[in-house]
């Protein structure tokens, strides 16, 4: 009987811990990620669909409607490095982090600065 009991009492508990997994994980799927996890997915999602490794995000916004980049993307690679083309993609995420539609919204030197813009943009 002792061994039967023990037995029970570990399946019990196993079954508990299961079941208390797999609701922590259904709780986390429902939430929003948090903006270091949708960083991430974004740039893992950028290179896979252009080819393009991201050098960095120089711009990140949330909205109710998801998410906003804009991402620092290596096009050409040239020796010496100040002469290598960058781009600037803007990238849409849904609120799960999600990429839903990218663009490029410009293209420059690495060496080279902006132009002054009026208003300080």
């Known amino acids: 009987m002792s061994n039967t009991s023990n037995t ?26 948090s903006p270091m996890q949708v960083l991430r997915h974004a740039r893992t999602q950028l290179a896979e669909l252009t080819g393009m490794a991201p050098e960095s995000v120089s711009s990140f916004e949330q909205s109710e409607d998801g998410w906003t980049l804009e991402v620092e993307v290596l096009e050409i690679a040239r020796v010496p490095d100040t002469m290598s083309l960058l781009a600037s993609y803007r990238v849409e995420l849904d609120p799960q982090g999600e990429l839903t539609g990218y663009r490029r919204v410009r293209r420059y030197e690495r060496g080279r600065a902006d132009p002054h813009r009026p208003g300080g943009r």
């Open 8 to 33: 029970s009492r570990a399946q019990n508990s196993r079954t508990k811990r299961e079941s208390d997994e797999t609701e922590e994980v259904r709780e986390s799927a429902d939430e929003r990620p």
